[in-house]
Nanobody, 115 residues
Framework: QVQLVESGGGLVQPGGSLRLSCAAS????????MAWYRQAPGKQRELVAA???????NYADSVKGRFTISRDNAKNTVYLQMNSLKPEDTAVYYC?????????WGQGTQVTVSS
């Protein structure tokens, strides 16, 4: 059973940066497009960024130019570098396949942007 574990969240001031990591219990990344999602209180989960198996990336308009998704297939890990953070980026961040699989949702990692 593959598991995804997110880490790297925390409390940061507006304008700050964080780097999130998503580690898989075994290699699945090589074959799949992966993505980061987030869910803010009272809102639906939304797609933030995606990366194909070949490394092509796509971003939600709200994070374009501020967030960067990357992957290291040798380490079974996907990253999300978040710069110029805003209070509206506050959410629990999750990773999953681009076409998410219910059994792969983990606990997520909380990101709070506040002064």
């Amino acid at each position: 059973q593959v598991q995804l574990v997110e880490s790297g969240g925390g409390l940061v001031q507006p304008g700050g940066s964080l780097r999130l990591s998503c580690a898989a219990s075994r290699s699945i990344f090589s074959f799949y497009s992966m993505a980061w999602y987030r869910q803010a209180p009272g809102k639906q989960r939304e797609l933030v960024a995606a990366i194909s198996s070949a490394g092509s990336t796509n971003y939600a308009d709200s994070v374009k130019g501020r967030f960067t998704i990357s992957r290291d297939n040798a380490k079974n890990t996907v990253y999300l570098q978040m710069n110029s953070l805003k209070p509206e980026d506050t959410a629990v961040y999750y990773c999953n396949k681009l076409y998410p699989v219910a059994s792969l949702w983990g606990q997520g990692t909380q990101v709070t942007v506040s002064s």
